[in-house]
T-cell receptor, first 112, second 115 residues
Framework: GQQLNQSPQSMFIQEGEDVSMNCTSS?????WLWYKQDPGEGPVLLIA?????ELTSNGRLTAQFGITRKDSFLNISASIPSDVGIYFC????????????FGKGTLLTVNP | GAVVSQHPSWVICKSGTSVKIECRSL??????MFWYRQFPKQSLMLMAT?????????EQGVEKDKFLINHASLTLSTLTVTSAHPEDSSFYIC???????????FGSGTQLSVL
């Protein structure tokens, strides 16, 4: 089946720094999604990308859908302590297939 | 925004007992719901796809007789872990697909601990 490789696994940064994480896939997805999960909670959608090459922002977050449709990245600018959490990418084939395939997650720690 | 309520948020049970977890879409209809399990520090793994009024579709390696899924209405799906064992201890998360715009929304998860 399809697999998503997400990197890095973890990051330790200082408040105010920018962060970048990415996902690559062995095959094509038609939708890429980025989620944040806090401990003991379900994932919360940050950004959804629906077209190859699409670049979308949500506040300090920016994500892009790779033109090959096999990759995506998420950038967080000017990080703050509440950005701490696990970030997951997810791919969706779309059409009548709504299943999500998740990356393994990036654990972000922000030091104030 | 759309809200998915998952209940209970945590449950402790004895080995051999059955546990039911509910997933409700509070303000929208969901023809499709998904059930995931997540082990500590790992990703979400899809267990099954639940379609309203029909049998669930299970992912490879997931025992359908152990993880019973019922999706009797457009706003409720339930996952029953039957004859639970310690290895079933995990974080279970549901998501619901909003019928009108196909967006997916997640519940807040259920931490199951089997003693």
């Amino acid at each position: 089946g399809q697999q998503l490789n997400q990197s890095p696994q973890s990051m330790f940064i200082q408040e105010g720094e920018d962060v970048s994480m990415n996902c690559t896939s062995s095959s094509i997805f038609n939708t890429w999604l980025w989620y944040k999960q806090d401990p003991g909670e379900g994932p919360v959608l940050l950004i959804a990308l629906y077209k190859a090459g699409e670049l979308t922002s949500n506040g300090r977050l920016t994500a892009q859908f790779g033109i090959t449709r096999k990759d995506s990245f998420l950038n967080i600018s000017a990080s703050i302590p509440s950005d701490v959490g696990i970030y997951f990418c997810a791919g969706q084939l779309g059409g009548s297939n709504y299943k999500l395939t998740f990356g393994k997650g990036t654990l972000l720690t922000v030091n104030p | 925004g759309a809200v998915v309520s998952q209940h209970p948020s945590w449950v402790i049970c004895k080995s051999g007992t059955s546990v039911k977890i509910e997933c409700r879409s509070l303000d929208f209809q969901a023809t499709t719901m998904f059930w995931y399990r997540q082990f500590p520090k790992q990703s979400l793994m899809l267990m099954a796809t639940s379609n309203e009024g029909s049998k669930a579709t299970y992912e490879q390696g997931v025992e359908k007789d152990k993880f019973l899924i019922n999706h009797a209405s457009l706003t409720l799906s339930t996952l029953t872990v039957t004859s639970a064992h310690p290895e079933d201890s995990s974080f279970y998360i549901c998501s619901a697909r909003q019928s009108t715009n196909e967006k997916l929304f997640f519940g807040s998860g259920t931490q199951l601990s089997v003693l």
